[in-house]
């Protein structure tokens, strides 16, 4: 019998760790992705963006430690009102960009972003909410590396199963 206490604590201890989780990485950052993502992959980033400096960050799912091949970079902007941009990178090349007119990240607070992965897109929750889904253009197998770069400073990057 359910407690009412939620199903989101219930949906937590299904996951398991795949890797030892970065803590506190100086960015930029660039780390590997233990045996690449795999469908049912969720990887959390717990960060807090400063109130000055840089008025953009992006997280990278990446295949190696250069950013000519990125699978998901997702690009939030603290600019013209705020958005996120997300985008693909193959071969040194963008694709065309996908904006989202919202800004779910504030200056000076702390946040948690959820990448959950399967076999159709990556699905993004911020601060526990859903925020997007970003429909694979390659297959999200070739990515085995996460970069995090701009104003931002980051906690852990956590993977799990």
């Known amino acids: 019998m359910q407690n009412g206490s939620g199903s989101e ?3 937590e201890l299904e996951f398991r760790e795949t890797q030892a989780p970065f803590r506190n990485p100086p960015v930029p950052f ?3 992705i233990v045996g690449g993502l795999q469908d049912g992959h969720k990887v959390t980033v717990m960060g807090h963006v400063p109130s000055r400096g840089e008025r953009r960050f992006s997280v990278n799912f990446q295949r190696g430690h250069h950013d000519r091949e ?5 690009n939030p902007r603290f600019e013209e009102g705020g958005y996120v941009v997300c ?3 193959q071969l040194g090349n963008w694709g ?3 904006r989202k007119m919202q800004m779910p990240f504030q200056k000076g607070s702390p946040f948690e972003i959820c990448f959950k992965v399967d076999r159709s897109a990556f699905k993004v929750t911020v601060n526990g909410s ?5 429909v694979h253009r390659v297959p999200f197998d070739q990515v085995n590396a996460i970069s995090i770069k701009g104003g931002v400073n980051v906690f852990y990057i956590r993977f799990q199963i």
Request: charged fraction near 25%; avoid cysteine.
């Open 130 to 134: 859903m925020f997007l889904v970003y």
């Open 70 to 74: 990125i699978a998901f970079h997702f």
């Open 96 to 98: 065309p960009e996908e």
């Open 9 to 11: 604590s219930d949906e």
């Open 30 to 32: 660039t780390g590997r």
């Open 87 to 89: 985008n693909t990178r």
